[in-house]
């Protein structure tokens, strides 16, 4: 009996001890309040936004307190350096911190945040605001020759074919004869130049304008031929008489006509003649396509003149050595003065120039250009080694030997080599649409970026599940974009469905197509991009894939 009346009051009792639970578990909530991580609310700038002027600040606020002495709030330009950073204020009502930022030129920004909540977990994020109508950055294309007058084929992807030696041949022996002849107009201001120095120098200006007159001839008709290949001969005279180009090899020729008549000038004259030849070469080349056109040919010009002086100096000295050694040596002494001032502008303008037109050194490894410019380097290494012994027997009294100045003037030759080389080598590589797919039993992945450049992209995030109709839609589907290196979080971006008619079925699979454009790949760099798929039973799946852009 006792036995029953136990097995009676046992379901009571566990009533009684669940509710006291409850009971308790009641009072622990309303005593301590449960935290939820802390969520981004609203944002000044906002995600995504076109400004037509600088914002004075950005603002951050989320749903619960948030530690602004632990925030970190980072804004970056379009070339990924910091434009704003620093010690964030609090903000609405300590649910957000503020960071003042300066005036913003025209340009895509990313905003990147790292927030402690009020349970104490770190909360971070990032999104992309733009500022004014900034122009598309200059990218590979902009250095395209083929391009810039309308037309499309590659140059120099085949190989060294016959065209490309011809047109790298002429291109050598144009620079070869253009550094010579103003190279030889700058050494006309030297004062007192005794008899030998003069004569030998006169008679280079004379030779010097014949030859530039044939290599001229041959550098234009090998550019139009290489510009217009499988086009008729009537395309010719529309590239010359319609774009820039066309112009600049027209005036290309012309000055190189003139050079005929710079000997029966003086100075002032010749010297002219020398800057116009030389500032319309700084123009026809890629000094032209950057993003700062008229910084970089003017660093493009002087460097010219400045190898002009140099290469004419040289040229000098070589000719005068032949006829007269000891006036050679008098005027060694002059030269290697010149010489060391021209080597020093050569390297300044040359290091300006690089930095200007590549985002950063790691260019130089990606592309032939980077190539041919650390051989380039190199050989401007030599030359100050060869510059050194000369100018050590020069100390002592001595002649510079003939192999010393044969050295050097070999080493010239190479560098006019490299140069013309480069000058028709693209500097940056180029961006390509990205198109990944990933297959997997439970999931298959296609992400589409293009252009895959800098500034605005379309992208297309296409997802298959398996399962009918129903049973393979996705519950949510996320766009993530991190520039690793430079940010710790991710950049979403906002996906909206569309219907797509393309023939990408895949049996027992359910597909669903995604879409955006915007300025999500704001500057040039390595990127993550990151999948987030959650099926209908909230089992998330991540698929993340690595890219670069140019």
């Known amino acids: 009996m006792n036995g029953y009346r136990k097995k009676m009051w046992r379901p009571a009792l566990r009533a009684a001890a669940a509710a006291l639970v409850a009971a308790a578990a009641g009072l622990f909530a309303a005593a301590f309040p449960a935290f939820a991580h802390a969520v981004l609310q609203t944002a000044v700038p906002e995600p995504g936004a076109r400004l037509a002027e600088s914002p004075a600040y950005v603002e951050l606020v989320f749903n619960e307190p948030v530690d602004a002495g632990a925030a970190v709030v980072r804004v970056l330009d379009a070339g990924s350096r910091t434009a704003a950073e620093g010690a964030a204020e609090p903000a609405a009502d300590g649910r957000g911190v503020r960071l003042a930022l300066p005036a913003l030129e025209e340009g895509h920004y990313t905003v990147s945040y790292r927030v402690i909540s009020a349970d104490g977990h ?23 020759p083929h391009l810039q007058v309308g037309h499309a084929h590659d140059h120099g992807t085949g190989g060294l074919t016959l065209d490309a030696f ?16 103003a190279g ?29 007159v044939l290599a001229a001839l041959c550098h234009v008709f090998f550019q139009l031929n290489d510009l217009n290949r499988g086009l008729p001969v009537g395309e010719w005279a529309r590239v010359l008489a319609q774009t820039t180009l066309g112009w600049l090899l027209l005036a290309t020729l012309g000055l190189a006509v003139l050079s005929l008549l710079v000997p029966l000038a003086g100075p002032p004259v010749r010297s002219l003649w020398a800057a116009a030849a030389l500032a319309v070469e700084a123009g026809n080349g890629h000094a032209a ?21 140099w290469s004419g100096g040289l040229l000098l000295l070589v000719a005068v050595w032949r006829r007269q050694k000891t006036e050679a040596a008098r005027f060694a002494l002059l030269f290697s003065r010149w010489a060391l001032g021209s080597i020093v502008a050569l390297w300044a303008t040359g290091t300006l120039f690089t930095l200007e037109i590549l985002p950063s050194a790691e260019y130089l490894t990606l592309t032939a250009w980077g190539g041919w410019l650390l051989a380039k380097t190199a050989l401007v290494l030599a030359v100050m080694a060869a510059a050194f012994f000369i100018r050590r027997r020069l100390r002592k009294g001595l002649v510079p030997t003939g192999a010393l100045l044969g050295a050097d003037a070999g080493l010239l030759g190479a560098i006019v ?35 895959k450049a800098p500034g605005d992209n379309a992208f297309i995030v296409k997802v298959w599940l398996p399962g009918d109709a129903s049973g393979g839609l996705p519950k949510n589907v996320q766009l ?71």
């Open 122 to 144: 770190p909360v971070s994020g990032a999104y992309v605001f733009t500022v004014g109508q900034p122009p598309a950055r200059p990218g590979a294309e902009d250095f395209d």
């Open 166 to 181: 011809l047109l790298y041949a002429a291109r050598f022996l144009y620079y070869a004869g253009l550094l010579a002849a």
């Open 184 to 212: 030889l107009a700058f050494w006309s201001w030297q004062r007192k130049a005794p008899a030998e120095v003069r004569d030998a120098r006169e008679a280079g200006i004379r030779q010097a304008g014949r030859f530039l």
């Open 289 to 309: 396509a950057t993003g700062s056109p008229a910084l970089t040919i003017v660093l493009d010009a002087v460097h010219l003149a400045a190898a002009a002086l």
């Open 417 to 451: 080599l490299s140069v013309a080389v480069l000058t028709y080598q693209v500097p940056l590589p180029a961006n390509e649409p990205l198109y990944w797919h990933r297959m997997g039993e439970d999931l298959h992945v296609t992400l589409r970026i293009s252009p």
């Open 480 to 550: 993530r974009l991190r520039a690793d290196g430079r940010m710790d979080s991710f950049i979403d971006v906002p996906l909206e469905a569309y219907e797509d008619t393309e023939l990408d079925a895949f049996e027992g699979f359910t597909k669903s197509t995604y879409r955006a454009e915007g300025p999500y790949l704001p500057f040039r760099g390595k990127w993550t991009a990151q999948i987030r798929v959650m099926d209908g039973t909230d089992t998330e799946r991540v698929v993340e894939r690595t890219f670069r852009v140019y």
